[in-house]
């Protein structure tokens, strides 16, 4: 299981900002466990804290730009996607402006930055977003789409004014990959674009030292081009740092024809909703309410033992009819050697084995109920939505219906980081042991 990672020291850098030109020092210090990424603004009264969070992107005009409360981060973007890049998941990123250095319109200098800091492992799993099925967007001419996969992958492809500059990369993102092939690709802006772009008080820092200018089918730069596709390359430098705001690592390939901005923070803004990144559905119960039971006080309820006991703990009661139990599905789990073998999934008859267990347990604490052994009667409306994985936490919510002397029924569905991965009505009955 891969660790959550942060920085081993601080480190800085100084330059101008692109947009606003401004002189800027940003340094990069290491975050404890479950922080993400963090923006300060020290150059502000109270120095305030920005989230880098995809509910907070306000503008995407030529870059990602945050706005909490009054205070405002603009083109987040590179420094995100070296972070992301070279695999951190923590780390507070302090600024005495409201623009981080352009450098030289590349990553490769935050890569220094990172690599001078040095990175170490911390006490905690890493946190992903798995995607399950295709998401995707469609936006003013560009799509997104990301598809299933045990990796993170990025195939995209660029397409500049009337098809000039067309081009194409697929490639996975590990930090050895980002590094030397990803990083060094610059900033691009096509010649017609920069008086209007200067117009609206941009790039203001712009110059040929810090990005490429294309023009008709020529290029503008200080050196020559560092790859023959560096534009795509680019673009995919932003891919990682945009859909870094959605607050964790993603597995999942990512296929993106004409992406920009917009459409990657929409893209990032509907995996931090769909996957609850920002507040996990697994962090709501961690205080279990009074009369939750752990797994001691499950046993006495339960009858069941290993390999066939689907209930760690039950972290919430509510009320009498109400009940949330927890399942942490690890690998370690007898049935994943033959389900499958080299694509283990957890099956949808223990799924619906742990839905009966929770209820069982709802009737059985009654007191005429004590002592009894519920049985497994039928179950209707049964729903298998998503696949349940190693690694994921299964909470299993279940509402008992009807409760009478020997029979009860119950609605019941399992969740995995807020979605309904099953669902189903059950009836079970109760015999005396």
């Known amino acids: 299981m891969e660790k959550q990672r942060t920085l081993a020291s601080s480190a800085s850098l100084t330059g101008s900002a692109l947009h606003t030109g401004e002189n800027v020092t940003l340094t990069i210090l290491p975050a404890p466990v479950g922080h993400g990424f963090k923006f300060q603004r020290i150059d502000l009264p109270d120095e305030p804290i920005v989230d880098a969070a995809a509910a907070y992107v306000k503008t995407v005009e030529r870059a990602t730009t945050l706005v909490q409360g009054m205070v405002k981060i603009h083109t987040v973007e590179h420094v995100l996607s070296a972070l992301t890049g070279m695999g951190v998941d923590n780390a507070l990123i302090q600024m005495d402006a409201n623009e981080p250095p352009i450098g030289d319109g590349s990553a490769s200098e935050y890569i220094a930055l990172i690599n001078k800091a040095g990175i170490i492992e911390q006490d905690a799993p890493r946190r992903y977003i798995d995607i399950r099925e295709p998401v995707t967007i469609e936006s003013n001419g560009s799509i997104l789409v990301i598809l299933p996969d045990t990796k993170f992958r990025v195939s995209c492809t660029q397409v500049g004014p009337e098809g000039r500059f067309t081009q194409f990369l697929s490639t996975e993102i590990t930090p050895e990959i980002y590094e030397k092939e990803i990083a060094p690709a610059r900033t691009f802006v096509f010649y017609e674009d920069v008086k209007p772009l200067m117009d609206k008080g ?156 929770v209820a069982s347990i709802i009737m059985m604490r009654r007191t005429e109920n004590e002592g009894k052994i519920g049985y497994f009667m039928s179950a209707d409306e049964v729903k298998f939505r998503k696949p349940v994985l190693p690694g994921d936490t299964l909470f299993i919510e279940c509402e008992l219906t009807s409760a009478k002397k020997r029979l009860g029924k119950a609605s019941c569905r399992c969740l995995v980081n807020g979605e309904v991965v099953s669902e189903g009505i059950l009836l079970f009955g109760l015999v005396d042991k």
């Open 202 to 357: 941009l790039i203001k820092g712009g110059s040929l030292e810090n990005a490429i200018v294309a023009r008709g089918d020529s290029v503008l730069s200080k050196e020559p081009l560092r790859f023959p596709d560096e534009f795509v390359r680019h673009k995919i430098l932003d891919i990682v740092g945009d859909l870094a705001l959605s607050g964790r690592f993603i597995r999942g390939h990512v296929i993106a024809v004409k992406p920009g901005h917009g459409i990657n923070t929409e893209a990032a803004k509907l995996l931090a909703e769909r996957f609850n990144a920002v507040a996990p559905a697994a962090a709501k119960p961690v205080a279990a309410s009074p009369g939750a039971l752990d797994i001691n006080a499950v046993m006495q309820i339960l009858p069941h033992r290993y390999p066939f006991l689907m209930v760690d703990r039950i972290v919430e009661f509510d009320g009498e009819l109400k009940a949330t139990g927890v399942k942490a599905v690890t690998i370690n789990e007898p049935y994943f050697q033959g389900h499958f073998p080299n694509h283990p999934v957890m099956p949808g008859v223990l799924q619906l084995e742990a839905m009966a267990q």
